[in-house]
């Protein structure tokens, strides 16, 4: 049974950094599809950040150069560094993999797995 484990989030002021986790049992993080998705109250699930194939990254326009998506297969975790962080990026962020390896970014719809969140407040 595949289980996906947040960790990380909490609140933090504009301007901040978080790294969120995501350690996956019963999963390898090989070159799959794996990526970060985040859902405000009363809004669709976005994706966010991923991981494809060999290591192709994937992020969202409004994140761009402000989160960084990585892997450590050693350790069969996922991360999301997030820096200079904005009140608009408050929301409940989600792990999530899949079986396939491509094509998968930015829909929630190719992924298999989710993790149940970590929240993410952002106070200006």
């Known amino acids: 049974q595949v289980q996906l484990v947040e960790s990380g989030g909490g609140p933090v002021q504009a301007g901040g950094s978080l790294r969120l986790s995501c350690a996956a049992f019963g999963y390898t993080y090989n070159s799959a599809c794996v990526g970060w998705f985040r859902q405000a109250p009363g809004e669709e699930r976005e994706g966010v950040a991923a991981?494809?194939?060999?290591?192709?990254?994937y992020y969202a326009d409004s994140v761009k150069g402000r989160f960084t998506i990585s892997k450590d297969n050693s350790k069969n975790t996922l991360y999301l560094q997030m820096n200079s962080l904005k009140p608009e990026d408050t929301a409940m962020y989600y792990c999530?993999?899949?079986?396939?390896?491509?094509?998968?970014?930015?829909?929630?719809?190719?992924?298999?797995?989710w993790g149940r969140g970590t929240q993410v407040t952002v106070s200006s």
């Open positions: 999530a993999a899949a079986e396939s390896r491509t094509y998968c970014f930015p829909s929630p719809r190719r992924y298999d797995y």
């Open positions: 991981i494809e194939g060999l290591g192709s990254t």
